[in-house]
């Protein structure tokens, strides 16, 4: 059985840095493509950051695109998400993501991804 654990939210202000991380288990097999999401309070959830299994293709939504970076750890079946110079609209639950299927580039839509962690909210002051 595949699981997602999230952990690394919290409260930060402005300005201020994150680290997400997501601990994979239950499978033996590489996954295609991970990613972050993340859902506000009213609005839908977007994928924000999206590697592909060789842990060097990414994709960034523009809002994040140059203050957030994902990368993964293979070894420890492990992704994460570096996020700098947060801003209060960063504020949502993240949540991660995994697909068995997909090539590069990798699916931004939530629709395209087979397992999900329970996600970790992340609150962002001004």
């Known amino acids: 059985q595949v699981q997602l654990v999230e952990s690394g939210g919290g409260s930060v202000q402005a300005g201020g840095s994150l680290r997400l991380s997501c601990a994979a288990s239950?499978?033996?097999?590489?996954?295609?493509?991970m990613g972050w999401f993340r859902q506000a309070p009213g609005k839908e959830r977007e994928g924000i950051a999206i590697?592909?299994?060789?842990?060097?293709?990414?994709r960034y939504v523009a809002s994040v695109n140059g203050r957030f970076t994902i990368s993964q750890d293979n070894a420890k079946n492990s992704v994460y998400l570096q996020m700098n110079n947060l801003k209060p609209e960063d504020t949502a639950m993240y949540y991660c993501?995994?697909?068995?299927?997909?090539?590069?580039?990798?699916?931004?839509?939530?629709?395209?991804?087979?397992?999900w962690g329970q996600g970790t909210q992340v609150t962002v002051s001004s």
């Open positions: 239950g499978y033996s097999y590489a996954m295609n493509c």
């Open positions: 590697i592909y299994k060789d842990g060097r293709s990414t």
């Open positions: 993501a995994a697909s068995l299927s997909g090539a590069w580039p990798c699916a931004v839509q939530s629709y395209a991804y087979n397992y």
